[in-house]
């Protein structure tokens, strides 16, 4: 079965970073495309970047464009947000998710496995 556990979320001011990260167990890390998506409180869950599985390229949505980075490192089977320059919109529940598609995806109904998330507060 696979696992997906994500870390390192908390309550920061706005102007700090945070990085999460994403830890896959249960099957083979290299395979997935893996993304990071976000719940705010009332709204929809929402795309934030994807990295693909073997040439790390990397998709960024445009709220976030600038600020945040994902990457990867496959021997460590763990997928990773760096957040800077964090503001109080960016406040939610932060997902990571795995995708075994041909190519990456913004699209939560191509993700096969998610993890429990990790709460993100940022005061102002």
């Known amino acids: 079965q696979v696992q997906l556990v994500e870390s390192g979320g908390g309550l920061v001011q706005a102007g700090a970073s945070l990085r999460l990260s994403c830890v896959v167990s249960?099957?083979?890390?290299?395979?997935?495309?893996m993304g990071w998506f976000r719940q705010a409180p009332g709204k929809e869950r929402e795309f934030v970047a994807v990295i693909s599985r073997v040439t790390t390229i990397t998709n960024i949505a445009d709220s976030v464009k600038g600020r945040f980075t994902i990457s990867r490192d496959n021997a460590k089977n763990t997928v990773f947000l760096q957040m800077n320059s964090l503001e109080p919109e960016d406040t939610a529940v932060y997902y990571c998710?795995?995708?075994?598609?041909?190519?990456?995806?913004?699209?939560?109904?191509?993700?096969?496995?998610w993890g429990q998330g990790t709460q993100v507060t940022v005061s102002s």
């Open positions: 998710a795995a995708d075994t598609s041909l190519e990456m995806s913004p699209r939560q109904r191509d993700y096969n496995y």
């Open positions: 249960g099957g083979t890390f290299s395979y997935y495309h």
